[in-house]
């Protein structure tokens, strides 16, 4: 991977941005579980943040997958896992398959604003049936007239409270194949019959987490994104991107997990030395810091190919494997050098091993990711997952 001037200006645009428009909020956020996205939105997109790979004609700033990297793994140096997300479900997750495949008429209405900040945008894929078996979703868009008439619930859903539109899969035929009869829908999250409930959880406290209820909402026919039955094909290349964007995302904020931790141990003493003086400690600190190493490794040369146009389904899947195990290895043993100042509430280690835990979950669990990649190996046996 090459980086440019251009790469590292941003990097340092978004540093700069966390460190002045984020970090400092951050406790009043995890306690309100929420923030003013609107208002961090509108800042980002008045940056140029929020459109980086998308076209120019849209408000974006006509660059490649290898920006939204930079911007992702930059996102680390922040004091909790649930503003990035929040951020990347914006710019990598709910709005790809829009800008690639979306009507022009449809991206001017709801690109545009998104990419400007003034709209939030949201990702309506799991349900409380499941959200692994992305083929088995029960949402269903009826045609009726000038619309689609959909009824169901969603679950999980992030930025589901504040959001202005949700990129929605949801069934618009009935029978054949589960992977043929579903379209993403952009609705408008004020249209009549959408019903919201925040749901509370264990980490990622700031980042706003709903279930939708969808009663009889209609949505003009228009707000297809691309063709009709084409929403779980779409779905899995938004995924794609929404899995690099994960593993990238985790490697400067595990990078920071060890700083801190080398620091703390330095000054802390027990049985007369540093903690860290102890071989256990610096030993063990060094390989997780060679782990995230091999993990970036693997990270940019999976974006490298993607950017190249190359199918990259396994290396993205090992990548959002890899990261959401290191993840949570690189935060449980660096808590366990802080000793009980690991066990507070408010710690940065503690923080992070709540909000890291997501990643083996979120955006396909650990287990999926294992499934499509030996799908690629060939080594899945006929009719498993
Ligand atoms: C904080 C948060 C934010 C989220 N944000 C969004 C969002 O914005 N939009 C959205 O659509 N979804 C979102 N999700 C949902 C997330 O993608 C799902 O939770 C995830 O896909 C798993 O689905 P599930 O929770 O229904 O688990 P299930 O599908 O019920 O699976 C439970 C567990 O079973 C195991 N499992 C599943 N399949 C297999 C298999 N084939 N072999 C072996 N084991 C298996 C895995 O360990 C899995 O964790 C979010 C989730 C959380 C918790």
Sequence with gaps: MKFTQEHRQIEDTVVKFVEKEINPFVPDWEKAEQFPSHEVFKKLGNLG????????????????????????????????GGIPMAIGVQTDMATPALARFG?????????????????????GVSEPGGGSDVAAVKTTAKVDGGDYVINGTKMWITNGLK????????????????HKNKSLIVVPMDAPGIT???????????????????????????????????????????????????????????????????????????????????QVVHFRLAELRTEVEALRALT???????????????????????????????????????????FTADNPLSQAYRDGRLTSIGGGADEVMLGIICKLEGTLPKGAH
């Design 103 to 123: 009507s022009d008429e449809l991206r001017k209405e709801y690109l545009v604003p998104t990419i400007a900040g003034d709209y939030v945008a949201c990702l």
């Design 196 to 278: 919201k409930q925040k749901i509370h959880k264990i980490g990622m406290h700031s980042s706003d987490t709903a279930q939708l209820f969808f009663d009889n909402v209609r949505v003009p026919r228009r707000n297809l994104i691309g063709q009709e039955g084409m929403g779980f094909a779409f779905q899995m290349l938004q995924f794609q991107e929404e899995r690099l964007w994960g593993a990238a995302a985790g490697l400067k904020a595990m990078d920071r997990l060890i700083d801190l931790t080398v620091d703390y141990t330095r000054q802390r003493k027990a049985f007369g030395k540093s903690i860290l003086d102890n």
């Design 49 to 80: 943040l929020l459109g980086l790979k998308y076209p120019e004609e849209f408000g974006g700033q006509g660059l490649d997958f290898s920006y939204s990297l930079v911007m992702a793994e930059a996102l680390g140096v922040c004091a909790c």
């Design 300 to 342: 940019y040369r999976a974006v490298e190919m993607y950017i190249g146009g190359k199918d990259v389904t396994k290396l993205a899947s090992m990548a959002k494997l890899k990261a959401g195990r290191l993840g949570r290895e690189v935060a449980d043993s660096c808590l366990q050098y802080w000793g009980g100042m690991g």
């Design 163 to 178: 959001a202005d539109w949700c990129c929605l899969l949801a069934n618009t035929s009935e029978g054949g194949s589960p």
